[in-house]
């Protein structure tokens, strides 16, 4: 029988910031304070292992031996990291899961920052028991995303860059949060944009249901209400906790 630790870490690395917290994984809550360290200048390899080594000491966890689980955002295929949208460059096609349980000293298990966040919704969130088809985007540094489909995850969907035609770019580089604050967007000006992401992912994927995650999803009565969609759209119940969760969910597993 496969046993199913009670607590577990998740470490969520992002373009901006990496967090980690300590999990009651039956539940999905958090059960320590949250730790954050900036993500070093570049995102190169040997940096974000320093970074998660002391976002792991600020929580007082680094020679705790409970599940590991590490989310971050590129696309990640047997263990290695197969993009770099928002990261360096060395990443691509790199043996990261290796690179951190090296670094570390233990096992960890390795995963897309979206697909985490995905889980963390399904198992204990926006998305539990929703049927037939559900998205969900991170707004952040890029966008993320996780297709999930009756409570199966499909990993890697990698919709934050499918294209905008009309200006040859990618939607994460014309609708992620960090895109509204350089242009310094008002929430109208930006649920545009978004008007324009969601809709068309609606007619690429017809889901049933639409979560949205990241930081900016704790304002999401700010720009929510101004989507004109057939989805229902919700705000992710674990806001930026669910990478967190959803990691330290995976690793306990
Ligand atoms: C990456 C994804 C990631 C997303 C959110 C995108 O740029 O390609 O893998 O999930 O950013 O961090």
């Given at each position: 029988?496969?046993?199913?630790?009670?607590?577990?870490?998740?470490?969520?690395?992002?373009?901006t910031g990496?967090?980690?917290?300590?999990v009651?994984v039956?539940?999905?809550?958090?059960i320590?304070?949250?730790?954050k360290?900036a993500?070093?200048?570049?995102?190169?390899?040997r940096?974000?292992l320093a970074a998660?080594e002391?976002?792991?000491?600020?929580?007082?966890?680094?020679e705790?031996?409970?599940?590991?689980?590490?989310?971050f955002?590129?696309?990640i295929?047997s263990?290695?990291?197969?993009?770099?949208?928002?990261v360096?460059?060395?990443?691509?096609?790199?043996?990261?899961?290796?690179?951190?349980?090296?670094?570390?000293?233990r096992?960890?298990h390795?995963?897309?920052?979206?697909?985490?966040a995905?889980i963390?919704?399904?198992?204990?969130?926006?998305?539990k028991?929703q049927?037939?088809?559900?998205?969900?985007?991170?707004?952040?540094?890029?966008?993320?995303?996780?297709m999930?489909?009756?409570?199966?995850?499909?990993p890697?969907?990698e919709?934050?860059?499918?294209?905008?035609?009309?200006?040859?770019?990618?939607?994460e580089?014309?609708a992620?949060?960090?895109v509204m604050?350089?242009?310094g967007l008002?929430?109208a000006?930006w649920a545009k944009?978004?008007?324009w992401y969601?809709?068309?992912l609606?007619f690429?994927f017809?889901?049933d249901?639409?979560?949205?995650g990241?930081?900016?999803?704790?304002?999401?009565?700010?720009?929510?209400?101004?989507?004109?969609?057939?989805?229902?759209?919700v705000?992710?119940?674990?806001?930026?906790n669910a990478?967190?969760?959803g990691?330290?969910?995976?690793?306990?597993?």
């Amino acid at each position: 029988m496969t046993e199913i630790a009670a607590r577990a870490v998740g470490v969520d690395i992002g373009g901006t910031g990496i967090k980690a917290g300590v999990v009651d994984v039956t539940t999905g809550t958090l059960i320590s304070t949250r730790a954050k360290v900036a993500t070093p200048e570049g995102a190169k390899p040997r940096d974000v292992l320093a970074a998660v080594e002391q976002v792991l000491d600020l929580l007082d966890v680094a020679e705790d031996k409970i599940p590991l689980g590490v989310a971050f955002p590129a696309i990640i295929k047997s263990g290695r990291t197969m993009s770099a949208a928002n990261v360096s460059d060395e990443w691509i096609g790199f043996e990261a899961e290796k690179f951190f349980e090296d670094g570390l000293g233990r096992d960890i298990h390795f995963a897309n920052d979206a697909d985490v966040a995905g889980i963390a919704e399904v198992r204990f969130g926006a998305a539990k028991d929703q049927a037939g088809l559900t998205i969900l985007t991170t707004l952040g540094t890029g966008i993320g995303s996780a297709m999930i489909y009756n409570g199966v995850l499909v990993p890697n969907s990698e919709l934050g860059h499918v294209q905008r035609a009309k200006h040859g770019k990618d939607a994460e580089a014309y609708a992620a949060n960090s895109v509204m604050e350089r242009l310094g967007l008002s929430w109208a000006q930006w649920a545009k944009r978004l008007q324009w992401y969601y809709s068309h992912l609606e007619f690429l994927f017809s889901p049933d249901l639409f979560v949205v995650g990241g930081g900016v999803s704790k304002s999401s009565d700010k720009f929510l209400p101004l989507l004109d969609l057939k989805t229902p759209i919700v705000p992710a119940v674990h806001r930026n906790n669910a990478g967190i969760i959803g990691a330290a969910a995976l690793a306990a597993d």
